[in-house]
């Protein structure tokens, strides 16, 4: 049996050892805290998605088992909502987030976890842009075309025809082998392979042969639109052209600038003087004094266009440029116009007509949404 000074010093040292047991062991727990992280503020905010990230600077002694971001429409997101996960571990991380509504104000925070708990960044709001807009669709209407062809005014007339119940189009007349000629049309027109006239090109896919209801599918809303303010003074005319870009394309823009002239007098001939159902029946062969319109007279761009910079052609951004024609007739300035249009740079749709504005000296035409 023993004794009770035995049993005393045993319960003594079990006391010390469990006490001096609990006491490191709180001390070790002190030391573990939940994560820190901050946020970052948000970038390349689209309709439906933006980048966003984080930083964990800190793991609270732990390891941090998941990191990523929060969101939602209401202050103070966390994680049993929306959220990403960007891996583990302290460092930089970024994300994507995606599946969000157009037009619409998210709050975001960065946050980390570990085995003490989540811990939050500061957080950030912001809005995402509206939807992707649509613009209306004008469609252009190269007209290949010369004084000497007597059929041209087949042509001429059914474009004449066209205007007077659609006012979406842009018209072009390119004159071959005649004294409206300019010197790059002809190379225009053989790049695609035509041959004779009357030639019609709509939308640079199509050859036109005069049906208004043929055209009606180019003049579908449009992904990107078009603006344009011309103004003349003196001897010159500017004109500043402002493309607008409802998404993103990786297929490159061009972008291609021509300055018109209407009222341009000159003999036509006309192989319908004697056809008595065609509007020019009775007008002779030529037509004395015929009056010439939309005649492309001069370039401010390629005459395939200018590459936009590609970092320009991004959803919700406007490009501007202005250019300026020299060597203005003062007395015409009554008569020019300037058109503009867009065209693909690669891909299937290479060369093809995306949409096109044309406007007079003193006109200025702003972006025409489509209500579709």
């Not at 202050?75 to 583990?88: A, I, M, N």
């Not at 007008?283 to 005649?295: A, E, K, Q, R, T």
């Amino acid at each position: 049996m023993k004794s009770p000074g035995i049993k005393l010093a045993a319960y003594l040292a079990i006391f010390i050892s469990t006490f001096f047991s609990c006491t490191k062991g709180n001390e070790n727990q002190s030391d573990k805290t939940t994560p820190t992280v901050e946020t970052n503020s948000v970038s390349s905010i689209s309709a439906t998605d933006a980048l966003g990230g984080g930083f964990v600077s800190k793991d609270g002694g732990q390891i941090v088992k998941a990191r990523g971001l929060c969101w939602s429409t209401s202050p103070q997101p966390v994680v049993t909502g929306s959220k990403s996960v960007d891996g583990s571990g302290t460092g930089n991380f970024s994300t994507i987030i995606t599946g969000l509504n157009p037009g619409t104000t998210y709050y975001v925070r960065a946050y980390a976890t570990n085995y003490s708990g989540t811990a939050y960044g500061n957080e950030y709001s912001f809005v995402t842009a509206a939807s992707n807009p649509k613009f209306e669709k004008n469609v252009l209407l190269e007209q290949y075309t010369g004084t000497w062809c007597g059929w041209c005014t087949r042509a001429i007339s059914q474009i004449d025809n066209l205007y007077a119940v659609n006012k979406k189009i842009v018209h072009i007349a390119l004159h071959l082998s005649d004294q409206m000629t300019f010197s790059q049309n002809n190379s225009l027109f053989t790049s695609f392979g035509f041959t004779g006239v009357p030639t019609v090109h709509a939308d640079r896919t199509s050859t036109w042969t005069g049906s208004a209801t043929a055209i009606s599918y180019l003049q579908e809303p449009a992904d990107f639109g078009l603006a344009i303010n011309v103004e003349g003074s003196g001897t010159s005319v500017n004109a500043t052209v402002r493309a607008k870009f409802g998404i993103n394309t990786a297929e490159g823009i061009k972008m291609s600038v021509y300055m018109l002239e209407d009222g341009i007098i000159a003999n036509q001939s006309n192989n319908y003087n004697t056809d008595v159902s065609h509007p020019f029946y009775g007008m002779g062969n030529p037509i004395p004094n015929f009056v010439h319109n939309n005649v492309l007279i001069k370039i401010g761009t390629d005459m395939f266009g200018d590459l936009i910079p590609p970092g320009e052609v991004k959803a919700g951004n406007v490009y501007s440029k202005s250019y300026t024609f020299t060597n203005i007739s003062p007395d015409k300035l009554g008569k020019l116009k300037v058109a503009a249009f867009l065209t693909y740079n690669t891909g299937v749709k290479k060369k093809q007509v995306i949409n096109a504005v044309v406007a007079s000296v003193g006109e200025n035409k702003d972006f025409v949404e489509s209500s579709h």
